[in-house]
């Protein structure tokens, strides 16, 4: 039996799209990451992923097997995670927690080989930070500059 908040990731399917397109992300925490609507533009080496919650869909991210993770690890098994957010509306209810904590054993199980994840996080956007350190994602020292400032380079090793 399910209770209340209990959170599943699931891969994008054209029937999510009617349950993300009222998403939406207030200005402040837009800045910093993609809609679902503009992450979906272009899916090539990319896997979308929707934060499931009681068949609403509550938050969203994309892993990348592309070259572009190159960018972030020399770790030729890693994947990278963006346009990771909570639409606005479920935010405050540890959606994002759960959907990270969950994360381990969803990528074990459809990435069996890949061993770390790795993302980047704006210097100026502590609560995502915050987010991403409770779970176990750990801020590698290394940083790169985006179209919004430095970012911070974090790792998560997959067990």
Known sequence: MKTGNEVELHFYKSE???LLKDYHLPEDQARFTALPADALEVIHEKQPIVIMSDGEAVGFFVLH???RVKDYT???HALLLTAFSVNHSQQGKGY???GLERLNAFVRKEFPEYNEIVLSVNKLNIPAQKVYEKVGFQNTGRS???KMGEQFIYSFLLK
């Open 96 to 98: 994002a927690r759960k």
């Open 65 to 67: 097997t592309s070259p």
């Open 144 to 146: 790169r500059f985006g």
């Open 16 to 18: 999510y799209f009617d």
């Open 74 to 76: 020399d770790n030729p």
